[in-house]
């Protein structure tokens, strides 16, 4: 469709200067497949509904977004019209410190959230990569988490409300903005990681949690993943209730540009908060209860030093990314007794493909990174191919030890020889009739989510 049929009644809904007609800078911002005809900045939620109208009523295909930071993330929609960007809507629209709630609009960056809950000795506990630019909105339709999921939780968990617009152009609300809130169903949470194909955020409500008093990380070296898993499970199967219990290899700990990551083959690094009293006690137990298992380097941070580990962490994706534009990224979830094996499988895989292997494990919820590195072209086959067969590998060999793998990023060319979220299953056909009830005239990303949805 051409835009002289509704560019007029887009500069009424949003104002001539919220639309942009030259969106080429969306290729700077890792925009794959045909560029869209225009870029709507709308200033609150009703001109979201309007232009949501308006996109059904021409029949256009529209793309929810923020910062544009995870542009590049799932499959590539098949034709975009319209970018429509939630920047203008990055108000905190109610904050209640001693209720422990908050409401904001979803184009509030997180770094400013976390600004405003900071000043109140409170905390979100996201820890989702890009931080410096990526907005609420966006963490949630990715389904952001970080380390300190294994504590929280995930986003699900500390959601309390949403109000969003459907793919008709009515404003809904779904949960409330109270810590206990049992009535009825709660819609708005299947739009977390629906990648924005079934209606657009505009609001949210959080939980919000106090900050801590004290914090401390143990790092312990181990010369195989195996000794570091077994330390993982006396962890879990001690008194001590970590906030976060991740594992890197050597690789990963180079790309974070971290030299304490780097210095033994495997790190664990377990992460404590809460009264001074209890991190003393875990300083001095820890490292003796572990002793057992075989580690050869140990550390303590706390302070500056400690939280600048953990941003490195966070954005360790974003770094591997900028190192390596050609890079893929898999995320599989796995039981805790399978991230071994899983390991394994992805070390096969990457050898076998020429490929570097580089791994970060949420090694206390079954969540593993598998950062799939390019090398110099060999035996004539592409650098694409190569990822895409290692990416394939990893998401079958994911499914066969009963766990799930979704390929995060990856480079176009791969992404066409790949099945992005793994082998379908029996929950498919009901993810096609909720895009088919929410979403009848498929205008909200098509083609961006699992199986094409």
């Given at each position: 469709m051409q835009p002289e049929s509704y560019r007029q009644r887009l500069a009424e809904i949003v104002g001539a200067e919220n639309v942009a007609w030259d969106p080429e800078h969306l290729r700077a911002r890792g925009w794959e497949g045909p560029l869209p005809q225009a870029v709507v900045h709308p200033p609150g939620p009703e001109q979201v509904v309007e232009v949501i109208k308006l996109a059904c009523a021409e029949r256009l295909k529209v793309s929810p977004a923020g910062a544009l930071t995870k542009q590049r993330m799932g499959g590539v929609s098949r034709q975009i019209d319209l970018v429509l960007s939630l920047d203008r809507l990055n108000r905190v629209t109610d904050y209640e410190p001693a209720d422990l709630t908050v409401t904001v609009q979803a184009g509030l960056p997180i770094r400013e959230l976390d600004a405003a809950l900071r000043a109140q000795g409170q905390m979100l506990p996201f820890d989702a990569p890009f931080a410096a630019e990526a907005t609420v909105?966006?963490?949630?339709?990715?389904?952001?988490?970080?380390a300190r999921r294994l504590r929280y939780g995930t986003s699900?968990?500390?959601?309390?409300?949403?109000?969003?617009?459907?793919?008709?152009?009515?404003?809904?609300?779904?949960?409330?903005?109270?810590?206990?809130?049992?009535?009825?169903?709660?819609?708005?949470?299947?739009l977390l990681g629906s990648f924005?194909?079934?209606?657009?955020?505009?609001?949210?409500t959080f939980k919000v949690f106090p900050v801590l008093p004290c914090s401390m990380t143990l790092l312990l070296g181990f010369p195989t993943a195996p000794q570091a898993l077994q330390a993982r499970h006396r962890i879990l199967n001690s008194p001590f209730a970590p906030q976060a219990l991740d594992m890197v290899d050597a690789a990963a700990g180079a790309l974070a540009g971290e030299p304490v990551?780097?210095?033994?083959p495997f790190t664990l690094l377990v992460a404590m908060a809460g009264p001074e009293p209890a991190i003393e006690r875990a300083c001095r137990e820890l490292p003796s209860?572990?002793?057992?298992?075989?580690?050869?380097?140990?550390?303590?941070?706390?302070?500056?030093?400690?939280q600048n580990l953990w941003k490195k962490i966070q954005e360790l994706t974003p770094a591997v990314l900028r190192a390596h534009p050609e890079a893929a990224v898999v995320k599989a979830s796995v039981l805790l007794s399978r991230i071994g094996d899983l390991l394994e499988q992805?070390?096969?895989?990457a050898s076998r493909n020429g490929l570097t292997l580089a791994t970060l494990a949420r090694a206390g919820t079954g969540v593993v990174y598998c950062y799939l590195l390019p090398q110099p072209k060999t035996n004539g086959v592409s650098q694409a191919e190569r990822t895409a067969k290692a990416c394939e590998a990893l998401l079958s060999e994911t499914d066969r030890l009963g766990?799930?793998?979704?390929v995060e990023w990856a480079p176009p060319a791969a992404k066409e020889m790949t099945n992005l979220w793994g082998p379908l299953r029996d929950d498919f056909p009901v993810m096609q009739r909720l895009k088919e009830q929410f979403d009848p005239q498929a205008i909200l990303n098509p083609g961006r989510f699992y199986g094409g949805i």
């Amino acid at each position: 469709m051409q835009p002289e049929s509704y560019r007029q009644r887009l500069a009424e809904i949003v104002g001539a200067e919220n639309v942009a007609w030259d969106p080429e800078h969306l290729r700077a911002r890792g925009w794959e497949g045909p560029l869209p005809q225009a870029v709507v900045h709308p200033p609150g939620p009703e001109q979201v509904v309007e232009v949501i109208k308006l996109a059904c009523a021409e029949r256009l295909k529209v793309s929810p977004a923020g910062a544009l930071t995870k542009q590049r993330m799932g499959g590539v929609s098949r034709q975009i019209d319209l970018v429509l960007s939630l920047d203008r809507l990055n108000r905190v629209t109610d904050y209640e410190p001693a209720d422990l709630t908050v409401t904001v609009q979803a184009g509030l960056p997180i770094r400013e959230l976390d600004a405003a809950l900071r000043a109140q000795g409170q905390m979100l506990p996201f820890d989702a990569p890009f931080a410096a630019e990526a907005t609420v909105g966006g963490v949630l339709a990715t389904n952001g988490s970080g380390a300190r999921r294994l504590r929280y939780g995930t986003s699900r968990d500390v959601l309390l409300g949403v109000r969003f617009v459907t793919a008709e152009g009515k404003l809904v609300k779904s949960g409330g903005k109270v810590v206990k809130n049992v009535a009825g169903y709660d819609m708005g949470k299947m739009l977390l990681g629906s990648f924005g194909t079934l209606g657009v955020i505009t609001e949210v409500t959080f939980k919000v949690f106090p900050v801590l008093p004290c914090s401390m990380t143990l790092l312990l070296g181990f010369p195989t993943a195996p000794q570091a898993l077994q330390a993982r499970h006396r962890i879990l199967n001690s008194p001590f209730a970590p906030q976060a219990l991740d594992m890197v290899d050597a690789a990963a700990g180079a790309l974070a540009g971290e030299p304490v990551l780097s210095a033994a083959p495997f790190t664990l690094l377990v992460a404590m908060a809460g009264p001074e009293p209890a991190i003393e006690r875990a300083c001095r137990e820890l490292p003796s209860l572990l002793r057992p298992d075989g580690w050869e380097k140990h550390s303590e941070l706390t302070g500056d030093a400690e939280q600048n580990l953990w941003k490195k962490i966070q954005e360790l994706t974003p770094a591997v990314l900028r190192a390596h534009p050609e890079a893929a990224v898999v995320k599989a979830s796995v039981l805790l007794s399978r991230i071994g094996d899983l390991l394994e499988q992805a070390r096969q895989a990457a050898s076998r493909n020429g490929l570097t292997l580089a791994t970060l494990a949420r090694a206390g919820t079954g969540v593993v990174y598998c950062y799939l590195l390019p090398q110099p072209k060999t035996n004539g086959v592409s650098q694409a191919e190569r990822t895409a067969k290692a990416c394939e590998a990893l998401l079958s060999e994911t499914d066969r030890l009963g766990g799930r793998a979704v390929v995060e990023w990856a480079p176009p060319a791969a992404k066409e020889m790949t099945n992005l979220w793994g082998p379908l299953r029996d929950d498919f056909p009901v993810m096609q009739r909720l895009k088919e009830q929410f979403d009848p005239q498929a205008i909200l990303n098509p083609g961006r989510f699992y199986g094409g949805i």
